[in-house]
Structures are given as C-alpha cells and as structure tokens.
C-alpha cells in the first residue's frame, strides 16, 4: 500500500507540473522553476516505473525469480545548463526504489551476517509465501544531455549511486494457518544485507512530449562478493516528465 500511495504520489505531481508547462508548441525545452537563460534548476522533473531483467545471474536466482522484479525512479532536483533553446545538459539528484522478488516456491534467507541465500519452501514449516522480496534503495546522481526534436527529446546519461543497505521482507502462512510476518530474527524484515553500497549505471530516453521510454544498465553486481547471488539488472519502463 505505501509503494502504491507513492508512485500515485509522484505521478499527480508530475502531472502538475506537466500541465503547468506553457507554449507546447515551441522546440525549447520545459519552462524552468528556477532561474533564466544559460543556468536553471528546477524539482521534481521526471519519474519512471521499469521492469528489471537480471544479466550474468545465477542459476538459482534465474530460476526461482517471480514476477514484478521493478525499480520506481523519483527525480528530486535537476541543474541544468542550456547552451542552446532545444538543447540541455544537466545534473540531477534522484531517489529509487529497486525490488526483486521471488516465486512462492522459495524465499530470500539472511544468515545474520548480512549474507543471503535462496532457500525452497519444503522444510521450512511453511505452508504458503505470499511475499519474499528484496528490496534496495538508492540515492543517485546523474549527468545527462537532452535534445530536443520537435516534441520529440532524447536524453543519454550516466548516474553515480549511493546504495542503501539491503532489505529482505517475508510474508508467509505458517503449517498452522497462523500468518508469519517475520523470519527467526524476530523482527518483521532483515536489514544490512551486503549489497554493494557504490554503484554506477548508463541510462537513455525517448520522449514524446511529456512520455516516453527508458532504458538503464547497470555493470555492477548487486550484492557484494560471496553475499548473495550474482546478478546485474538492465532495465525498461516507461518515463514521465521529459518532453519539450
């Protein structure tokens, strides 16, 4: 419900802003919030919502993923520097949101060490999953050049990220029909899972005015070595915000 609240959240401010955006039928680039001319900023200029596909993964993780393995993508503030009416570059400060989850055969098992395994459902003394998800939160800065043809833009970058510790969360029915929101920690999700705390990635965009389609890659593993399964993540979905 939270995940949902907040990516209605995000949408209804960029749809604000989006209808706040003047002369449509002008080749420049967004009106900007703050400043004129060469300089700008302005906040709250894009959100995305993707579908991660794992590259380089283990066989495990490859074959146990469940479905919906997303990342939501909120922009916080963007600098920008426009040399010319229908040309930008910019850096930026965005927040995401990246979740992998497994199939109801299986779940995330943290050790205490901040290791992670996946682990089958038979011999667990649980009847059913409902959810065992991975979750990871970043704070990013990305540098990107957008230009603008027509209503048309294209936008090409790359993004320095600072990697929260992990989250695994578990929500299961026990033998008994009692509901389990827990997993022998005692508390309802493990934290400090060792995924890698630096990473980086290359993104690109295509819009038509204010939507369009985006694509992210990311070289990196996300946990750390010998702490969970290995897997990199290129992403597709849909962004909003962009458009001329």
């Known amino acids: 419900m939270k995940r949902i609240i907040a990516v209605l959240s995000a949408a209804f401010i960029c749809a604000a802003g989006v209808w706040a955006q003047s002369d449509k039928s002008s080749t420049r680039l967004p009106d900007l919030a703050i400043g004129e001319g060469i300089f700008s900023a302005e906040t709250l200029t894009y959100f995305a919502f993707s579908d991660h596909n794992l590259l380089k993964a283990d066989q495990d993780f490859e074959t146990y993923k469940g479905k919906a393995?997303?990342?939501?993508?909120?922009?916080?503030?963007?600098?920008?520097?426009?040399?010319?009416?229908?040309?930008?570059?910019?850096?930026?400060?965005?927040?995401?949101?990246?979740?992998?989850r497994l199939d109801n055969s299986h779940y995330w098992m943290p050790d205490g060490s901040g290791k992670v395994s996946i682990l089958p459902m038979e011999g667990s003394g649980m009847k059913k999953i409902k959810k065992s998800r991975l979750s990871v939160r970043t704070v990013a800065i990305p540098v990107s050049f957008t230009q603008a043809f027509g209503q048309f833009s294209f936008r090409i970058g790359a993004s320095a990220e600072y990697n929260f510790p992990g989250v695994v969360r578990?929500?299961?029915?026990?033998?008994d029909g009692t509901t389990v929101k827990e997993w022998k920690n005692g508390t309802r999700f493990s934290k400090d899972i060792k995924t890698n705390t630096f990473t980086y990635n290359y993104f690109g965009a295509i819009s038509y005015e204010d939507v369009g389609f985006y694509v992210k890659y990311c070289p990196v593993q996300v946990f750390q070595e010998d702490c969970g399964p290995k897997f990199q993540t290129l992403t597709f979905g849909v962004i909003v915000g962009l458009g001329v």
């Open 69 to 100: 393995n997303t990342e939501f993508l909120m922009n916080i503030v963007e600098l920008r520097i426009a040399p010319y009416p229908t040309g930008r570059f910019a850096v930026g400060l965005d927040f995401d949101w990246d979740y992998f």
């Open 170 to 175: 578990f929500k299961g029915t026990a033998a």
